[in-house]
């Protein structure tokens, strides 16, 4: 079998895997959710006055600490959001997979597994002959 339709067909394998449908729901979950978007338009928003005002020689210091602490509170609140929180848990958890797949793989080719190998198996998730 060539090489490309093996790969393909471990992504088709891989779509299945518990924990990228994990990540397709968390990822369609922080697109849809409107809190989280409106916190996040806010958020670039405050970016944006930031860096023009930053540059104009009449802006008062504190205008431009109040936009960074409006700054700070929308990163705050958007990274403390459970719809957030999930989705970073479940890219967590598809990375790990990953390099898991791809020790693995480096391993049949070598022999050897990767030097990021903990020399825990429970870490990598299979592939490891320790």
Do not use: W
Request: with cysteine; proline share 2%.
């Amino acid at each position: 079998m060539e090489i490309f339709a093996l790969a393909a067909q471990l992504g088709q394998e891989l779509k299945k895997d518990e924990r990228l449908v994990r990540m397709a729901k968390a990822k369609e979950a922080y697109e849809t959710d409107g809190e989280l978007r409106t916190l996040m338009r806010e958020y670039q928003v405050q970016q944006i006055a930031l860096e023009k005002t930053a540059g104009q020689k009449d802006v008062e210091a504190r205008f431009l600490e109040m936009i960074q602490d409006r700054i700070n509170q929308l990163y705050d609140q958007i990274v403390a959001h459970p719809v957030y929180v999930e989705l970073e848990a479940a890219q967590e958890e598809v990375n790990a997979l990953m390099n898991a797949v791809n020790n693995t793989i480096t391993f049949e080719i070598t022999g050897e597994m990767p030097s990021s190998c903990t020399h825990d198996c429970s870490t990598c998730g299979g592939g490891c002959s320790h």
